[in-house]
């Protein structure tokens, strides 16, 4: 069988992920298309670095990312840190001929992506794979509703109202965290979160064309957290630490114009209590509606406009087996996967890339396109205007 040595750089929530995805992969994906070995994990701070390496199980740890793109036993690059510093590791991963897996949003500015897109174009005619990590687009009932639309079971897509709601810091003693500094994160929730919906709306229908948005900032300062992993808002600190001004936003709404004529809503805070990851997804087409909540990610609710008056109404399709990937449905449908899983996924559909020598989805181009409606979102929410995403 063959494998693949693995570097890892962050070791903090997505490094877990990312470990756990590996690892778990060929548990789930047998044959797999290679095992990826858990060979070096790298974080900033030398303690999180070395406690990496014991709890997820690598043979090494350093805590200067260099030491991994230039070691020629890796092969494939994982790139779970901030995002200021994603497009650095990948372009250097990918000249020195590694295949990167990069968490999203795929760079902090707009300079950064597009040099990345670049990169990995340039990289892909020497058979070097780059994959932007959205795994939300590989739910197996987001991939049973492309199979709907595509099969064209609901018609022309008319509409398109995606939500991405979180609470974790409506609390204003939730710690300032790298997520909430412009310098490091680039945007709050529009990279953070609604980055993610944009991905799943352009991968269900179709490219964006142009954006009309507010963005808002009602929490503007913040206790600071120096360094380290982001706590998610599990640790509030007291009246007494250091506090500093928040750049970024933390709600977005826009209305959208899909290239289809399509048309639609996103909405994302991270303020919203009783909301954790509530990512819904609905689409009404000229014969019939699709609807999707990550809260039950195993559920697909459809409507048929063909079912007969009395009988017409959403039901809800449980994915299991007879789904897209189910390898990892655990044979019953309700028997039900998480988020381990699909970081199981993704880690297979970027393995098998790599094994394969094909570009994956999301590619860095994808990703770069994300980055551009977020572009649009800034400007239109600057000027109170409709902005046409730049192609
Ligand atoms: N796909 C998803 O669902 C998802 C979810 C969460 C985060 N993310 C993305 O993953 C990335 C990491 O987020 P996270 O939540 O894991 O952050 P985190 O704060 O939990 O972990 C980041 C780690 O990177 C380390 N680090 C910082 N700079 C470094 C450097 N130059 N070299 C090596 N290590 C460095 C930090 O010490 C920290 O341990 C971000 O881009 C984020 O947007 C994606």
Sequence with gaps: MKKLNVGLVGAGFMGKAHSIGYSDMPKYFWPAPAVPVLKTICDIVPEIAADAKERFGFEKCCTDWRDIVNDPEIDVVSICTPNNVHAEIAIAALNAGKHVLCEKPIASTLEDAKAMAEAAKEAAQKGIIAMNAYQYRRVPAIDLAKKFIDEGSIGKILNVRCTYLQSWSADPASPLSWRFQKDIAGAGTLGDIASHVIDIAQYLAGDIEAVTGMM????????????????????????????????????????????????????????????????????????????????????????????????????????????????????????????????????????????EGRQPSTSFAEGYRVERVCDAVKRSAETGRWVTVND
């Design 216 to 355: 808002q900032t009602y929490i503007t300062e913040r206790p600071v957290q120096e360094g380290g992993t982001d706590l998610l808002g599990t640790v509030k600190l007291g009246a007494d630490a250091k506090r500093k001004a928040v750049d970024v936003d933390d709600e977005d709404s826009f209305l959208v114009k899909f290239k289809s004529g399509a048309v639609g809503s996103i909405e994302a805070t991270r303020n919203a209590w009783g909301r954790n990851n509530f990512i819904t997804v609905e689409l009404h087409g000229t014969l019939g509606s699709l609807y999707f909540n990550y809260e039950r990610l195993n559920e697909l609710q459809v409507c048929l406009a063909g079912d007969p008056d009395d009988r017409r109404g959403f039901k809800t399709i449980y994915t299991g087996p007879a789904h897209f990937h189910g390898e990892v449905t655990w044979n019953i449908p309700g028997m039900n996967i998480g988020y381990g899983e699909l970081k199981s996924i993704e880690s297979y559909e970027f393995i098998k890339a790599v094994v």
